[in-house]
């Protein structure tokens, strides 16, 4: 970014009192606690202040990233010279939409974290996402992605999502038209980037005891997740038919290290910070696993994490 285009675009977001942030070190926006410094981070609150955003970024002729809570986002980059969109101060609302017999909707702000969501319910004695237990950050994030456990995905208990495209348009888009597929969502007719802003869920009524029994299924799994240690969660999608972390098991990078990350001892397909790593470290890590696994199992892994 030009210093035309930086002092135009400050000046804009100055003008419309958005949050901004410069020079900011980016290992405080990612779980792994990774990552170098950015230019410029910007914390659009709502959908105005986003569309205000979309619009001076478009009249300066610039790029973008987005990102939520970053816990599935690696920073690798040094400096990053584009201007980074976080959903950390976004929309957190949480309401009930309606309800149909025992169906019954909640509508989320996109900045919304799963484990509020989860406790609402709880609360609220509400089924259908004792899943969303242990999986870290916002409902707009784990709709873009798809997130959740074998058990089932986010993508099972969408009723509707609220976008606004990079063109500063806003769509409400039903469940008919949104392609959910492992950790990947295409949207029927939108060809442009988007943000989600809004997520409809469908939930059921349920009793506090099986809300309860269903958590603990939840609970005990993540007992094998390093869920106490900087991660960004899986590292890896599973390939067909395969576990990831049973993969790199067996190819011998269980507890594996390099600088200052780690294979988990815990959980193969996570890779842990254990102080003063480098970006460099976990990219050199991951490309490490990739090769070996390929050159001896015939696999290749595909990164599920956001690599910016």
């Known amino acids: ?31 792994i606690k990774i990552g170098g410094l950015t230019d410029l981070i910007i914390f659009p609150k709502n959908e105005t202040e986003l569309i205000s955003v979309i619009n001076l970024l478009k009249a300066n002729l610039c790029g973008y990233y987005i990102i939520g809570r970053g816990t599935n986002t690696l920073f690798k980059a040094a400096r990053i010279y584009l201007p980074v969109i976080s959903f950390k101060k976004f929309d957190s609302s949480l309401s009930e939409n309606k309800k149909n017999g025992s169906e019954i909707v909640l509508e989320a702000g996109a900045g919304i974290p ?22 870290p950050g916002t409902a707009g994030g784990a709709v873009r992605m798809n997130a959740g456990s074998k058990e089932s995905v986010i993508g099972n208990i969408i009723y509707a999502v609220e976008i606004i495209t990079d063109k500063g348009v806003k769509y409400i888009i039903g ?11 295409e949207i029927g007719g939108i060809k442009c980037d988007y943000f989600i802003t809004k997520v ?13 029994e269903n958590i603990e299924v939840f609970k005990k799994r993540k007992l094998s997740q390093p869920l106490g240690e900087f991660s960004l969660g899986c590292i890896f999608k599973n390939p067909s038919g395969v576990s990831a972390g049973k993969v790199i098991e067996e190819i011998g990078f269980k507890g594996f290290s390099i600088g200052g990350v780690s294979v988990s001892e815990k959980h193969a397909n996570f890779i842990v910070n254990k102080g003063g790593a480098k970006p460099d470290d976990i990219v050199s890590l991951i490309k490490n696993i990739q090769e070996k696994a390929l050159s001896h199992r015939g696999i290749k892994l595909n990164t599920e994490i956001k690599i910016i």
């Open 1 to 31: 970014m030009n210093k035309k285009k930086r002092i135009n675009l400050l000046s804009g977001l100055k003008e419309f009192e958005i949050e901004f942030l410069e020079n900011e070190e980016m290992s405080a926006y990612s779980s």
């Open 114 to 135: 799963l484990s509020k969501i989860l406790n609402y319910a709880i609360k609220n004695n509400m089924g259908g996402c004792e899943f969303f237990y242990g999986i």
């Open 175 to 185: 469940n008919n038209d949104l392609k959910f597929s492992y950790r990947s969502l």
């Open 200 to 212: 409809y869920l469908k939930l059921y009524g349920s009793s506090a005891s099986k809300i309860k």
